[in-house]
């Protein structure tokens, strides 16, 4: 078992295993990484379920998380660059296009942009990204130099946070229609998309870190990266939180 | 004027020009890197549309030129990966998908695959690669590298080769049907594609580097960046001209 809190203690049993964990075994201990480290579990974000939040800490993590919206198609360009055959780039194309948009006023970040007027701010408050704090940019452009210089393999496992997304998200936006009712609920189309894209990328990613992991170092590769990308997460609300404190 | 043959005397005119080229000067200076390095004018293009290549040297090309095919659409995700914008992006990623096909058996590697069938190789002899010569292997790696290693706009021009492929394969489908009667005539389609996917990718390219390109040392960075391109596909046929010789 993967331990949280404090000095993190990495589990030797993991890191001296001499023999592949079964498929189920593996898909286990991805899952106890999001178990333990996603960040649902973050205090930003169990406030923000409480209906704790104020308007302006609302405002401050749709500003910020903007920074993370705009690089996920990069970082999907990057990972796309590296995948081994057309069939996989098949699949993970449709990635970009959700977010980019086929048109004009279509996509992930455009659904983005309206959630931040639904919150109150403009999109040239978004676009102008004056209100991204120092933590986040960091942590993201981690995750864009992440995929670039590690393995295909470890870079397609790194997304592997979708596998937890959907129930965070239907849980949210529930929250927000129901607690924060200054909120408009014509903006919070984003998360009701990624409720059906989510599962659909994940299975995908999911099938493939299955089949090319096979040996123990190639499977705590895959665990650590998925890890690496909870932090990402996590960390990126660390920092908002401090900029917009309780 | 840019000179042919020879060492290569650089135009100092070019390098010194302190006032930027308008924009019709820019796109003449662009066309005369075609005009002048091209591969249309390389020996073993003038003798394949002159019907002098024999069987193999045709297969010998089919089979090189396939490792050139199968790396575009990485090079266009390393472009996609740096363009500045997602209205850049939901343009490029049409290349993509043009290369790769939507679905199973669709896209311009599947079709080259099928002219590899027609002039006589098995779809497995290509894609194992064993015909495919240092020379060619080095040069397509070394756009790839390019693309990662340059600015995002020298990356999209160097795309712009697309400006003088029409005109050589308009006239190479009625050389194969003509001159190559040997040839399954049904395994031509990679080139009918072309015809109508060309222009329209690099009138979009031509536009942002057009529109991009303002200062006098951006517009030489284009320029080279097409030269650099017309070497790669010059000495893809100068190794395959050496490993299949008349």
């Known amino acids: 078992m993967i331990e949280q809190g404090g000095f993190i203690s990495k589990d030797k049993e993991i890191k001296k295993r001499e023999k592949p964990l079964t498929q189920a075994e593996f898909k286990e201990q991805l899952i106890d990484v ?31 998380r903007y920074y993370y919206q705009k690089s996920v198609p990069i970082k999907d360009a990057v990972i796309l660059s590296k995948l081994p055959s057309r069939e996989f780039r098949r699949d993970w194309i449709q990635r970009i296009t959700d977010h980019d948009g086929r048109n004009e006023g279509e996509g992930g970040i455009e ?60 849980n949210r936006i529930q929250v927000l229609e129901d607690l924060y009712p200054w909120i ?25 870190v299955m089949d090319y992991c096979q040996t123990p170092e190639e499977q705590q590769r895959a665990i ?13 609300l660390d920092a908002i939180e401090h900029a917009f404190p309780h």
């Open 184 to 208: 408009n609920h014509s903006g919070l189309g984003y998360f009701h998309n990624r409720l059906t894209q989510a599962p659909r990328d994940t299975n995908i990613a999911l099938k493939i």
């Open 224 to 236: 650590d990266a998925l890890r690496f990308k909870c932090d990402v997460l996590w960390a990126q």
């Open 111 to 170: 659904a983005w942009l309206k959630l931040g007027e639904a919150v109150g701010l403009s999109r040239e408050e978004l676009l102008e990204e004056d209100h991204i704090v120092p933590g986040v940019r960091f942590s993201v452009d981690a995750y864009v130099n992440f995929v670039q210089e590690k393995t295909w393999i470890e870079a397609v496992a790194s997304s592997l946070t979708e596998l937890f997304s959907p129930d965070l998200i239907s």
């Open 34 to 64: 999001g178990r333990l480290f996603y960040h649902d579990k973050h205090p930003f974000h169990v406030a923000m379920h409480e209906g704790k939040l104020s308007r302006e800490q609302i405002q401050g993590w749709v500003a910020n």
